[in-house]
């Protein structure tokens, strides 16, 4: 497959600004679908490093374009749906923040954040330098000077030049093959209503092309880079090794030959192991084994893409499984944990192989027996022999059939009779259980409670009647009834409850009579006789009478006697007062007589007042600051207070006020593990404050800038086998176990206590006897075969990590047409000697007995089986190690034999 690569050319000028001028590279100038702008994008190289903000494109018909401008400023998080990827090795890199640092020979793509078209831009990849892609805000997306709209800014098939220009920091001061202008046309093969236009310019040459929106691929001059195992045929030419030599001349679509260089690697396939040790069974490629192998093999591709065979070299370990069944009363322990129900448990473990194993425990637990029982009755309960006639929970404690302890429990409520006893007054009738009582008297209603249990009600009933009265009444003006105010004639009602609370009501038959009432004005001079009675003084008279009717009447005097004026005056007033003309400042009594309008002789009186201002004067000693009529003062001085007094005069307070100062200071101590100050003492680091008196009397305070250093406790764990000793800590050997220290004084000065914990493990031994007959060779163990007798050893590494060795004592019969009985065995799963028995032709064998003794000659196994084993149990349960003593008789090849021995047990 060819590929073809846009290759770029930067031409450096040595002028300054032209260095710093981006290269523009190519645009899509029509977008993809209907969404014209929404796909539309410009790429461009940079020739300084910079903040993608310092860059700018501008387009428009104008020559140079200055209206519309793309601004690096405006970089944003993409917000639409496509994307923008390389299959080459050149990374595509997001940029989204204007603060973004471009290295100088980079390829920069700008592209609406708002895209939704996927473009692949391997053909732009210089090299391995990333591209970076510039997300831009569109008016649509929050722009502010960004115009990229979305109806189509640079597509729509112009018919006249459109301009396009980078520049850096809005330097324009570029020409030759870094002119910042770029004109593209609607010429060319570019067509009118297809979308998917590109315009590009590579060395000068301005190529047209209509490649869809996917894929971006340029016809250009450049290399083909090739990566292929084995061999590459390329132009018809078949090459096996690594070249950067050949070259293929072809046509481009402007014309000119374009030279295409092939740079090719050849890589070579491998074949590798693959060495794994598993448990029970191990997947491979899908493939599922459950026995060691070394056959399996699998074809991959390796990091040079080229074939590789992967040979897997498998070891199968199995796991470990055993049962016991235990009955016990209340809880067992087993593997650590205490169990308290029956039930089936399971301990998982990972044996010698290092694959999960399990053991299971069928356990029985017996419990004692608990019951309760809830008991009502009335008056009183047996339960087990004992009476109860009080409420409350009892137990009793007894053995049941399990021989448990076990417990009964009752909770019992004695219920009594209800008897209750009411007193009730009503007017008329009473009604009480359904029955209507109408006289006074005591009563009685015998029931069942809710409890069951017989109960009496008492009713003290009390029977009461109404009272009805009626009067008539003749009043003036109004008439008071029953605390009612009544002024006209009637009838009325008074509805009331009597002593006894019954309704009762009260008639009124009301007769209201009037008073007469007249009045007359009067004005006169000296005096005025009215009714027999002379009047020297202004003022309204009334005169009253009895009237026809008996009621009370009046008539009412309006006079009006003209006198002298007579006036006086209450007046307070602060130095001075002035009245009539006259100024006052002493406090009297003074009159000013004159004649009145009426002529009548007439005075004034005033009744004055002088009031003084306050003075006060006062010395205070204070410290640091003083309140003084709300104000506060810091400073020694004399202060006034202007203020009115309580008899409204302008006063003035004067403080002679003298102000002392409190101390303040700081201490700063350094100490281990505490510091004692002012008889405290101070455990940890903090800024600790003490106050006093200085020698003025004022409060003072002092700062206590401690820290506060602690002893450093280090503490190391070593795990050494006796082969690693002596063990070299802190300038000292040590060969056993133990918890050894070491003092030393830290960088802050404090004691610094290092702690070495050392557990010193054992090397361990092991001796496996073996007894074979030469039809049973090869013999495996530990990964080993063996053919012939002799004392083989094999060193590896115990649970505890120390050198182990274990050595193979191993016997080969070359004849085995006798029975062997081995005289040791080692029942310890490890798939080696973990049973004892019969060896040989046991085909041969009939009439088969096998009586194993502990060393108390107890039987722990017999057996009839030539074949039947014996796993060193007795009753489903391993025994110790230790000795054992054998008996077998047996028939072999027609004649009666007898065999015995001892019997070595070995873990």
């Given at each position: 497959?060819?590929?073809k ?6 031409l ?60 690096g ?13 390389t299959?080459g ?8 923040s204007?603060?973004t ?20 831009v ?54 030759g ?49 090739v990566?292929?195992c084995s ?71 390796n ?14 370990n ?8 235990q ?10 944990t ?12 990972i ?64 219920y ?33 409670n ?50 006894s ?12 009579n ?25 003022g ?31 007046q ?44 006060n ?6 410290c ?8 506060n ?12 007094n ?14 002392n ?48 250093n ?33 003092v ?30 030469a ?49 040791a ?44 084993k ?11 190690a230790?000795?054992f ?23």
């Open positions: 497959m060819k590929k690569y846009l290759f770029f050319v930067l450096l000028i040595s002028q300054i600004s032209w260095a710093q001028c981006p290269n523009l590279l190519a645009a899509m100038v029509n977008s993809c679908g209907v969404r014209e702008g929404n796909n539309e994008f410009v790429i461009f190289t940079t020739s300084v490093t910079a903040n993608v903000s310092t860059y700018t494109l501008n387009y428009g018909t104008a020559n140079p374009p200055r209206v519309n401008n793309l601004s400023a405006d970089a944003t998080t993409p917000t639409g749906t496509g994307t923008v990827t299959t090795s050149c990374p595509v890199i997001q940029v989204t204007p603060s640092s471009i290295p100088a020979g980079s390829t920069v793509m700008f592209i609406p954040a708002s895209f939704d078209q996927n473009y692949n391997t053909s732009l990849c210089n090299g391995t330098s990333p591209i970076y892609v510039v997300f831009i805000k569109t008016n649509a997306a929050g722009g502010t000077n960004s115009n990229w709209s979305a109806n189509g800014t640079l597509g729509n098939s112009p018919s006249t030049p459109r301009y396009l220009q980078v520049t850096y920091n809005g330097s324009t001061s570029c020409s093959s870094n002119a910042p202008v770029r004109t593209y046309t609607a010429a060319g093969n570019w067509a009118t209503n297809v979308d998917g236009n590109i315009v590009f310019w590579n060395n000068g040459y301005t190529l047209y092309l209509n490649n869809g929106c996917s894929n971006i691929s340029f016809q250009s001059r450049g290399d083909t880079t990566t292929a061999s590459f045929t390329w132009y018809g030419i078949t090459y096996t090794a690594s070249t950067n030599t050949p070259t293929y001349t072809t046509t481009g679509v402007t014309g000119n030959d374009s030279i295409v260089t092939l740079r090719l690697t050849i890589n070579n396939p491998t074949t590798v192991d693959t060495t794994v040790t598993a448990c029970s069974s191990f997947t491979w490629h899908g493939i599922t084994y459950t026995s060691s192998t070394n056959t399996p093999t699998y074809t991959t591709t990091v040079a893409n080229c074939d590789s065979v992967v040979r897997l070299r498998l070891t199968i199995n796991g470990t499984y055993s049962a016991v069944t009955s016990t009363c209340g809880s067992f322990v087993w593997h650590g205490t169990y308290n129900t029956s039930g089936t448990y399971i301990y998982n473990y044996n010698s192989s290092g694959c999960i194993s399990a053991d299971t425990l069928r356990l029985t637990i017996n419990n004692g027996t608990y019951s309760a029982v809830t008991q009502s009755t009335c008056g009183s309960f047996v339960w087990y022999g004992t009476t109860y006639n009080t409420s409350g929970t009892y137990i009793y404690n007894y053995t049941n059939s399990n021989g448990c302890n076990s417990a009964d429990t009752l909770h019992l409520t004695i009594t009779g209800t008897y209750n006893s009411l007193t009730q007054s009503s007017c008329g009738s009473f009604v009480w259980y359904g029955t209507t009582y109408n006289t006074s008297g005591t009563y009685i209603y015998n029931y069942i809710s409890n069951g249990c017989n109960s009496t009600d008492t009713l003290h009933l009390t029977i009461s009647n109404s009272t009805r009265n009626s009067e008539s009444q003749t009043s003036c003006e109004f008439y008071v009834w029953h605390g009612t105010t009544y002024s006209s004639s009637g009838i009325y009602l008074y509805s009331y409850n009597n002593g609370g019954c309704s009762s009501e009260d008639t009124l038959y009301l007769t209201i009037n008073g007469t009432y007249s009045a007359i004005t009067q004005s006169t001079c000296g005096s005025f006789v009215w009714n027999g009675t002379t009047y020297n003084t202004s309204t008279y009334i005169y009253t009478y009895t009237n026809v009717n008996g009621c009370n009447s009046a008539d009412t005097l309006h006079l009006t006697i003209d006198n002298g004026n007579y006036t006086s005056s209450t307070s007033s602060c130095e001075n007062y002035v009245w009539r003309g006259t100024s006052y400042n002493i406090s009297g009594t003074y009159i000013y007589s004159y004649t009145n309008l009426g002529g009548c002789i007439s005075s004034d009186t005033l009744y004055l007042t002088i009031n003084k201002g306050t003075f004067a006062e010395n205070q000693v204070a640091n600051n003083y309140v003084w009529h709300g104000t003062y810091n400073t020694s001085g004399i202060y006034i207070y202007n203020y009115t309580g008899s409204g005069c302008s006063s003035a307070d004067t403080l002679h006020l003298t102000i100062t409190s101390n303040t200071g700081d201490t700063v101590a350094v100490a281990c593990g505490n510091f004692v100050w002012y008889g405290i003492n101070y455990l940890s680091t903090g800024t600790p404050t003490h106050v006093f008196k200085n020698v003025k009397g004022c409060d003072s305070i002092v700062t206590l800038h401690l820290t506060i602690h002893n450093d406790t280090s503490i190391t764990r070593m795990n050494k086998c006796i082969s690693d000793l002596p063990v070299l800590w802190n300038g000292n050997n040590y060969n056993s176990s133990g918890m050894y220290d070491a030393f004084t830290a960088s802050n000065g404090c004691d610094s206590i290092a702690k070495l914990i050392l557990n010193v493990k054992n090397n361990s031994t092991s001796t496996t006897l073996v007894k074979v007959c039809n049973e060779l090869p013999y495996r163990w530990n990964n080993q075969t063996f053919i012939q007798s002799g004392n083989y050893q094999y060193n590896t590494t115990n649970a505890a990590g120390c050198d182990s060795i274990a050595t193979l004592v191993l016997t080969v019969f070359d004849e085995c047409n006798d029975i062997v009985f081995p005289n065995f080692t029942p310890d799963n490890d798939g080696l000697n973990d049973d004892w028995g019969a060896i040989g032709t046991l085909s041969l064998i009939y009439k088969y007995e096998l009586f194993i003794y502990n060393r108390l000659g107890k039987p722990v196994f017999i057996s009839y089986n030539p074949s039947e014996w796993k060193g149990t007795f009753r489903n349960k391993k025994l110790e230790g000795n003593v054998w008996f077998a008789t047996y028939t072999f090849n027609g004649s009666r034999r007898k065999q015995s021995g001892n019997l070595l047990l070995l873990k």
